[in-house]
């Protein structure tokens, strides 16, 4: 006598195929290679990380601050340069300061104003006022 289980029309049972080996799963792509699990993510999370830093930056009272004082600074230094002396306003911008590179400088020469502002943080004016120079514009 044997052990075994016999299987097949004898014991009423019917013998099951073994499932066909399969070439390709259904979650990997034809090359072989799965989707990155941060593939659909990670333009989002550069977005979000943009605009924290964004936020951050705007925020920052210290850099804040320090873009006003530049901007004034810058303002009230091009104006007397340009209207004061009669230089171009580009060779104003050779008098900065060393770190003031993200300073720039426009003007309207009909109301002889000088505008120093630092990119998304700070702007402000300067006009020409005869005898008494460059008034730096109060902020709105």
Request: net charge positive; hydrophobic share 40%.
């Given at each position: 006598m044997t052990s075994t289980n016999p299987t097949g029309p004898s014991t009423g049972e019917t013998p099951t195929a073994a499932p066909p080996p399969e070439t390709q799963s259904a979650t990997q792509p034809r090359g072989g290679k799965r989707p990155s699990r941060w593939g659909g993510c990670l333009p989002w999370l550069l977005v979000l990380a943009v605009l924290l830093?964004?936020?951050?930056?705007?925020?920052?009272?210290?850099?804040?601050?320090?873009?006003?004082?530049?901007?004034?600074?810058?303002?009230?230094?091009?104006?007397?340069?340009?209207?004061?002396?009669?230089r171009s306003l580009e060779s104003c911008q050779s008098d900065f300061e060393p770190g003031m590179e993200m300073v720039s400088l426009s003007e309207d020469p009909a109301t002889k104003t000088v505008t120093g502002s630092v990119p998304l943080l700070a702007s402000r004016s300067a006009r020409y006022a005869g005898a008494s120079g460059c008034l730096l514009r109060p902020e709105n």
């Open positions: 830093t964004g936020f951050a930056i705007w925020k920052f009272p210290s850099l804040k601050a320090q873009a006003e004082l530049g901007s004034a600074y810058a303002a009230r230094v091009g104006c007397s340069c340009r209207y004061v002396q009669g």
